[in-house]
């Protein structure tokens, strides 16, 4: 069954580092998501792409962060200047259509130091 | 604004016995709501999901759910559980007319199952 591929699994950076996680999106999908887990806390909705735009975003998702599709298979979210408070688990996730469940990634464990 | 709550970060049940994983929602209009699981050093995948009609809805693993609207409740049962079980189980809800989350899932906390052998 294919698989939403997200890399690295655990990234360490130091604090003001700028941070890119890259998902590789289910080939067929055509919705894109990113959300974190900090430790001990729910899932947090980040950010959903839709034919090279963002179309919406959280709170959370302010101006430090940004999503890209820079080819046809990758879908990247950057932290231009980390913060320890950006430490967390980060899920991409993925949908075939706009009325569908999504299909998440093992996830990135984001450390910032 | 829409929420959830899930009752319990812990639940811990016998092997072969009843699971029970409560989830209660908030929602200004009528929601749409998942339940997934969390198996460890793995990503989040869809047990189950309510949209329209049924309110009973059988998933993957003989989980079940069922939304009370009047109780603002889907809670997630199995009769009987397995040591494969083990695991954490968030439960989610969407307000957006997707019905997949492409307006955002709102997570709850997530509740960790223990299964006892």
């Known amino acids: 069954e294919p698989e939403v591929t997200q890399t690295p699994s655990h990234q360490v950076t130091q604090m003001g580092q700028e941070v890119i996680l890259r998902c590789v999106p289910i080939s067929n999908h055509l919705y894109f998501y990113w959300y974190r887990q900090i430790l001990g806390q729910k899932v947090e909705f980040l950010v959903s792409?839709?034919?090279?735009?963002?179309?919406?975003k959280s709170e959370i998702f302010d101006d430090q962060f940004s999503v890209e599709r820079p080819d046809g298979s990758n879908f990247t979210l950057k932290i231009r200047s980390t913060k320890l408070e950006d430490s967390a688990m980060y899920f991409c996730?993925?949908?075939?259509?706009?009325?569908?469940?999504?299909?998440f990634g093992n996830g990135t464990r984001l450390t910032v130091t | 604004a829409q929420s959830v709550t899930q009752l319990g970060s812990h639940v811990s049940v016998s092997e072969g016995a009843l699971v029970l994983l409560r989830c209660n929602y908030s929602?200004?209009?009528?929601?749409?709501l998942f339940w997934y699981v969390q198996y460890p050093n793995q990503g989040l995948q869809l047990l189950l999901k309510y949209t329209t009609g049924a309110t009973l809805v059988k998933g993957i693993n003989g989980f079940e759910a069922e939304f009370k609207k009047s109780e603002t409740s889907f809670h997630l049962t199995k009769p009987s559980a397995h040591m494969s079980d083990a695991a954490e189980y968030f439960c989610a809800v969407s307000e957006g007319a997707s019905g997949g989350g492409a307006d955002g899932l709102t997570f709850g906390k997530g509740t960790h199952l223990i299964i006892q052998p």
């Open positions: 929602s200004s209009v009528p929601p749409y």
């Open positions: 792409f839709y034919n090279n735009e963002i179309s919406e």
């Open positions: 996730a993925s949908g075939p259509s706009y009325n569908s469940p999504l299909h």
